[in-house]
């Protein structure tokens, strides 16, 4: 296990990691004001401005289109109209959508707006890093001054997602619990993140074999009703997040996921299917459209399966279940195939970084083809709102979106097998209380 930081390292890692983020800030901040219109949307030339000194924001572009700067609670009256979300509906599950609500209930201008979510978004980001700094020591710079942070904290509600994602493995790894109560917390924060951004339900399954095998203690055991009762809580906790919106208002709940459902693979998207595909990925292709809504989700599966064996195959070898790097190669394998692959996703990746010891130069690589991702897909659209240099080949800023798209791309396929094959920051607990436990459990 990685030599653990005294409180005032730890301290010192949670501020530098606040001054990141404060950078992070005034980065978006650059595109608010001086001017605000009826609406409260920034001026002059807002959208233009955005791309051009790359300070866009999801966060302060979606006051405008989803009754956001209108302060209607989510969901409840919404629906989704000829593709467009209407009365309140968003694009992402309830309890992002809960804080997106939050933070626009005391403004009425985008940068009031902005400046709320961030101050609400922050304590996740500072949270994140504590639980790193615990868990990996000052490998957790990676994260705390990382170039991403920088570039993404403010761009959407990804960090409680995160946070609670690296919360359910501090808990699983590091909690003083036995086991089946440990993974019984995580699985409560993996179904609250699932409410948050989706993603972190694809750590269930990873998690529910870790509790099958035991998790570090190599005695050939299997706990069939612990894994079983990971899925179910995980499960459960999901449903007990989405039921209230559910019953509330049926059509706006599923707005978001009908939305999601619905979106097309094109140049927002920014993944491999769009840009492997041209021209055949036009939007206005249904067929393609139609056979990605098949194909993109096939596929995330089957990575997942394939991580999932190549870990069980690993156990087998080393006794010990690999949860994080079977969790960190399934997420590689769902950054890569599926249909939209938004910049700020690399803050779900990051803390993996951090965990799996892997060589730096991996690291490094996948940071500067995110930065190349990061910069200019915003350097292009601006490019492209000016009306000149339309092909993907043509400037600067359109090579550097051709060098993040499959570098990245590369780079992902590459980490999918290395995660595997890499041994972890932090060792779970191998404590009598498990043992103890064990005994009353039914072998499989």
């Known amino acids: 296990m990685t030599r653990k930081l005294s409180r005032a390292a730890l301290a010192a890692l949670v501020v530098l990691c606040g001054v990141t983020m404060v950078l992070g800030f005034a980065n978006k901040d650059r595109c608010t004001g001086p001017e605000f219109d009826v609406w409260g949307r920034s001026g002059p030339d807002y959208t233009q401005r955005s791309y051009a000194d790359v300070c866009y924001s999801d966060i302060q572009h979606l006051w405008i289109g989803r009754d956001i700067d209108r302060h209607v609670f989510p969901y409840v009256d919404g629906a989704l109209e000829d593709g467009q979300l209407t009365g309140g509906s968003v694009e992402y599950p309830v309890l992002t959508g809960v804080l997106i609500w939050a933070g626009a209930f005391f403004v009425d201008t985008d940068a009031g707006f902005l400046l709320a979510s961030a101050l609400l978004l922050a304590p996740f980001g500072l949270f994140t890093a504590w639980l790193l700094g615990r868990m990996a020591g000052w490998r957790s710079l990676w994260w705390a001054i990382g170039p991403p942070l920088v ?140 056979a990605m809504s098949v194909v993109s989700p096939t596929l995330m599966l089957a990575s997942f399966a394939v991580a999932g064996v190549l870990g069980w195959q690993r156990y087998r070898r080393d006794g010990v279940y690999p949860l994080l790097p079977v969790a960190a190669a399934m997420l590689c394998g769902f950054l890569l195939l599926h249909k939209v692959h938004s910049p700020q996703y690399t803050l779900w990746l990051l803390p993996m970084f951090v965990l799996l010891r892997i060589p730096w130069g991996w690291i490094v690589a996948y940071l500067v083809a995110d930065l190349a991702m990061g910069i200019g897909i915003f350097r292009w659209f601006a490019v492209l709102g000016e009306g000149a240099g339309a092909g993907i080949y043509d400037g600067f800023a359109a090579q550097a979106v051709a060098v993040g798209v499959w570098g990245r791309a590369a780079l992902l396929v590459a980490l999918f097998f290395v995660f595997l094959r890499a041994e972890p920051v932090v060792r ?11 005994r009353l459990v039914t072998c499989g």
Request: proline content about 5%; charged content about 15%; hydrophobic content about 50%.
């Open 151 to 290: 570039l993404y904290a403010f761009h959407n509600w990804d960090l409680p997602v995160v946070a609670v994602a690296v919360a359910a493995f501090y808990v699983t790894l590091l909690g003083k619990r036995p086991l089946r109560q440990r993974a019984a917390i995580a699985a409560v924060l993996l179904g609250l993140g699932f409410a948050l951004k989706l993603y972190p339900a694809i750590f269930v399954i990873p998690l529910a074999l870790y509790v099958l095998t035991n998790g570090e203690r190599r005695d050939g055991r299997y706990d069939s009703a612990g894994a079983l009762r990971v899925v179910a809580i995980a499960a459960g906790t999901g449903v007990a997040a989405n039921l209230p919106f559910m019953l509330a208002g049926f059509e706006g709940w599923w707005a978001s996921f009908e939305f999601q459902g619905q979106r097309k693979v094109d140049v927002s998207t920014n993944s491999i299917w769009f840009w492997g595909f041209r021209p055949l990925s036009d939007p206005d292709n249904e067929t393609f459209q139609s």
């Open 428 to 438: 779970g607990r191998d404590r009598a209380t498990d043992f103890a436990h064990s």
